[in-house]
């Protein structure tokens, strides 16, 4: 449906629609993701973007992504279970994470979706490589970007690649910086972590893998984590919550600063 009307122009205020052939999106195509955006951004729409019809309802032109992660544009009504209104402090669209998964599993993993594992080190590692994929980090990941094929399946094979193409779009990016993980910090030196990798790194005691010993060496020395333990939020066993700054601060940089959320079961087309 075009998000076509006819405005009635009065000077000094925000113009209305007259005509307003807009509904509330039951016809449109189904928008997969949550959109939050700070209430403020309503006045920096361009005209074009925004209108108030003649029940005094605000509408919103917003791109969104269904339910195949394809962009969507169109029209969503300031109505209740469409857009609603936050606090900050309710911190809506965030979840929580725990990933204690062993590295091993991850790098098993990593090394089987981004094709460096060799058929016999997949049909070796399979287990580390399932453990990996059924942990909660992944599990998150998949529901977000993996995006299912025309038959409903999904490839399972998430790669930095695919990460990278996410974050190009902005619905998307929003998504992943609203995850809250908490794991060990790369910067908390943990021998008995660092030494699991030794079998994928081809390192036992008899023939050790004297790049692999050099590179632990490095890691340790630049590990920084120990020299704080014991400060506000620096525990002592390394496991921190790692927040998405950038996302952290936009969202509490004004204490009156208030949210809306665009949960668009359905959004008009363009």
């Known amino acids: ?3 076509q009307g006819q405005r009635s122009s009065t ?4 113009d209305a629609w007259t005509e307003f052939p807009l509904h509330s999106g039951l016809e449109g195509k189904a928008s997969g993701y949550v959109r939050i955006l700070p209430a403020s951004s309503w006045d920096a729409l361009p005209d ?3 209108a108030i019809d003649a029940e005094k309802v605000r509408w919103w032109y917003v791109t969104v992504g269904d339910m195949e ?3 969507i544009s169109g029209w969503a009504p300031e109505k209740d279970l469409i857009v609603t209104r936050h606090s900050p402090w309710e911190w809506p669209g965030f979840s929580t ?7 091993d599993a991850h790098l098993a993993r990593t090394l089987d979706a981004t094709g460096c594992a060799t058929e016999d080190e997949i049909a070796r590692y399979a287990a580390l490589i399932e453990e990996a994929e059924l942990g909660p980090i992944l599990s998150k990941l998949y529901e977000i970007i993996d995006q299912p094929d025309g038959k409903g399946v999904r490839d399972n094979k998430l790669t930095p690649a695919e990460l990278q193409a996410a974050l190009g779009k902005s619905w998307l990016a929003q998504q992943l910086s609203l995850l809250i993980s908490q794991h060990e910090s790369e910067w908390f030196w943990n021998e008995e972590k660092w030494n699991q990798l030794d079998k994928l790194m081809g390192h036992t005691p008899a023939e050790p893998n004297l790049n692999w010993v050099a590179e632990k060496k490095r890691i340790e020395t630049i590990s920084w984590w120990a020299e704080l333990a014991g400060q506000p939020g620096i525990r002592a066993n390394g496991v921190a919550w790692h927040f998405h700054p950038a996302e952290l601060i936009r969202l509490f940089y004004k204490p009156s600063a208030r949210l809306i959320t665009m949960e668009m079961l359905q959004i008009t087309n363009k």
């Open 1 to 3: 449906m075009n998000a």
């Open 11 to 14: 000077a000094g205020t925000l």
């Open 48 to 50: 074009e973007r925004k």
């Open 69 to 71: 992660g394809n962009d």
């Open 97 to 103: 994470l725990q990933d204690k998964l062993p590295l």
